[in-house]
């Protein structure tokens, strides 16, 4: 017994910040991720304890107060880039190893520090998404942009331009800039009867449902029209809120689609079958970095130093869902994949 009980390592807190409001989408899949982590990593040293920071910069620097007051040394976020902003120095000043899993924001880029990020950054992305539009070969495109996420969709929209006008500089581009806590989407009207558009991309991240109405109400006035949205807004409520628009949209994905990859095929129906609920794409990567952790810590890396120089070492991490690879600062570069049948995604 005395033998036994020397060998039962001490459980290791991570922090999970993300929206937990009642009936969010985010925090549901999220939580269901945790326990598919737990389910299949039984003998992990990892304990997790969530925190409700709402995707609001206000209540994420509250939900850091609480960790910092638990003094829990590592964490994952999964919340918008103007969120991250807002404790990045905090968690650098308390060197408390942070994996994000949402954040594309470039003020994180490529810096020696405590932030580690399992998604590439906006630059990365927006040129992928910049490149796929070029080639539709639209003569004009609209941006409906939301400025309520604005250190993602302004810095999104620079790096998107920059490399369109680099692709296809002769297409005509009109922004129109909207906030999505509050709109009235007849504000719309003008901006959709003006002209044809040949693409529509709505620049709207963080898991907002406005996103699929307003592919919907734009489909009413220009069905011709290609909709482009942006990786965030992978899940199945995007599906309901757009209707017939969803089967003229396009949705850039860190995943490719669960029809091809028998990986992505497993874990999505594992959290449908046994927990009820639609996966969203953060909630794959909130997976893969609990896999992340898990490897460090029984590799003995058990401090923020000490996970981040055995992370950072390697070439290749493998991970259930896929490999990761970081760079010297440890920001990662993905395939970018463009699924056509949103609806088949979501059983």
Same mark, same amino acid.
């Not at 269901?32 to 997790?48: C, D, G, L, W, Y």
């Not at 000043?93 to 880029?109: C, E, Q, Y």
């Not at 070439?315 to 490999?323: C, D, E, M, N």
């Given at each position: ?28 899949? *999220? =939580? #269901? #991720? ?21 995707? /609001? ?43 994000? #899993? ?42 409906? +942009? ?32 909207? /906030? ?8 719309? /009207? ?44 992978? &899940?199945?409520?995007?599906? &309901? ?16 689609? +669960? ?5 992505? *095929? ?7 079958? &046994?927990?009820?609920?639609?996966? !969203? ?23 923020? /130093? ?12 493998? !991970?259930?869902?896929?490999? =990761? !690879?970081?760079?010297?600062?440890? *920001? ?16």
């Amino acid at each position: 017994m005395t033998f036994l009980t020397s060998c039962i390592q001490p459980s290791i807190q991570v922090a999970l910040l993300t929206k937990l409001d009642a009936g969010s989408i985010i925090g549901t899949s *999220e =939580i #269901a #991720a945790v326990k598919e982590f737990e389910r299949t990593h039984p003998n992990s040293r990892i304990q997790i304890i969530p925190f409700d920071d709402g995707w /609001d910069p206000e209540r994420t620097k509250q939900a850091y107060k609480e960790v910092q007051n638990m003094n829990i040394q590592f964490l994952i976020t999964s919340h918008t880039s103007t969120c991250a902003i807002e404790i990045a120095k905090d968690i650098n000043l308390d060197k408390r190893l942070t994996i994000i #899993a949402g954040a594309t924001t470039t003020v994180l880029s490529d810096k020696d520090d405590y932030i580690l990020r399992i998604i590439p950054d906006l630059n990365q992305e927006q040129a992928v998404i910049a490149q796929k539009i070029s080639s539709l070969q639209p003569k004009k495109l609209l941006i409906i +942009r939301d400025l309520s996420n604005s250190g993602y969709t302004i810095p999104a929209q620079e790096a998107f331009l920059t490399e369109l006008n680099r692709v296809s500089p002769n297409i005509t581009v009109r922004t129109f800039d909207f /906030d999505a806590n509050q709109f009235n989407i007849e504000e719309l /009207d003008p901006v959709l009867q003006a002209e044809i558009f040949n693409v529509l991309y709505l620049l709207i991240g963080g898991y907002k449902n406005i996103a699929g109405n307003i592919a919907q109400y734009s489909y009413q006035f220009q069905p011709q029209s290609t909709i482009v949205f942006t990786p965030w807004m992978h &899940n199945r409520e995007l599906v &309901n809120s757009a209707g017939p628009a969803i089967n003229h949209a396009l949705l850039p994905s860190l995943f490719p689609s +669960r029809k091809i990859d028998p990986k992505i *095929e497993a874990y999505m129906s594992a959290l449908e079958t &046994n927990f009820h609920v639609s996966p !969203t794409i953060i909630s794959l990567k909130v997976y893969q970095a609990l896999e992340l952790l898990d490897q460090a810590f029984k590799a003995k890396a058990v401090t923020p /130093d000490q996970a981040k120089k055995w992370l950072l070492s390697k070439k290749i991490l493998s !991970t259930r869902l896929g490999t =990761i !690879t970081f760079n010297a600062f440890g *920001e990662t570069i993905e395939d970018y994949y463009f699924i056509t049948d949103i609806s088949g995604e979501f059983h």
